[in-house]
């Protein structure tokens, strides 16, 4: 099975919100927070560019305004085009100002998630993570520790994205068995994400100097292909730069999350 992805970052955003639908700029409106509503666009954006090109539809922001990307009950977005359904699985993640959209085809339980690497503490590494995992971490030269604590707990988020579950479901529930002799190379490496249920999702992890970016799917996707999207657009720009303005103040007090 093939599976996509789309990744953008604030500074592909445009400041304008044209490419919002009526019922985005409502709900955009009502998050009082600007850190919630920058990263909130930076995800619509990203997810809407996955879903033209996945599609072959037009990108300019008048056809982006037709796609809208809904919440389902359970929380997970789904795509709709023209107020219809689209016949996809997408799944969004985004930190640090970078977005990410992987998609695939209808039916498919996909998720998808980017991480930071950094520093964890040991509390951090008992209270989330199976003895397995635990023992993974203890192995890890001090070098590869952060990075391997990331990676696990990116691949435990997108699981949890594909059960539709979240942060609701305990991380335990999820044990992530990674292929760490990829530990040092560049593009896609393998993963699986086992269930306490019996469920086991199989997927591919990838990692820069700062951030590890974990996609897993049932059944089992082939290698991520990234989905070209169009040049930026001349008004784009990051919002960061223009934090406080009046003309931010404005545009962004009349839209809703």
Known sequence: ???????????????????LSASELSRMSAMRIAKRRADWRLGRWTAKLAVASYLNLPADRRALAQIEIRPAPSGAPEAFVANTAAAMTISISHRAGVALCA?????????????????????????????EEQALVACA??????????????????????????????????????????FGLTGWSRLQARCVGGQTFRGWWRSSDSMVTTMVA????????????????????????????????????????
């Open 218 to 257: 049932d059944p089992p996707l082939g290698t991520p292909i990234w989905l070209k999207v169009p040049a930026r657009l001349p008004d784009a720009t990051s919002l960061d730069s223009h934090e406080g303005s009046e003309t931010e103040t404005e545009a962004l007090s009349t839209v809703h999350s």
């Open 141 to 182: 030269s001090a070098a590869e520790r952060s990075r391997l604590l990331a990676l696990l707990w990116s691949a435990k988020e997108s699981a949890l994205k594909a059960l539709r579950e979240g942060l609701r479901m305990d991380t335990r529930d999820v044990i992530v068995s990674p292929d760490e002799s990829a």
């Open 1 to 19: 099975m093939d599976v996509y992805w789309v990744e953008q970052r604030e500074c592909d955003v445009p400041l304008a919100n044209d490419w």
């Open 103 to 131: 998609v695939a085809a209808s039916g498919t339980q996909l998720g998808c998630d980017l991480e930071i690497v950094e520093p964890r503490s040991d509390a951090f590494v008992s209270d989330y993570f199976t003895t």
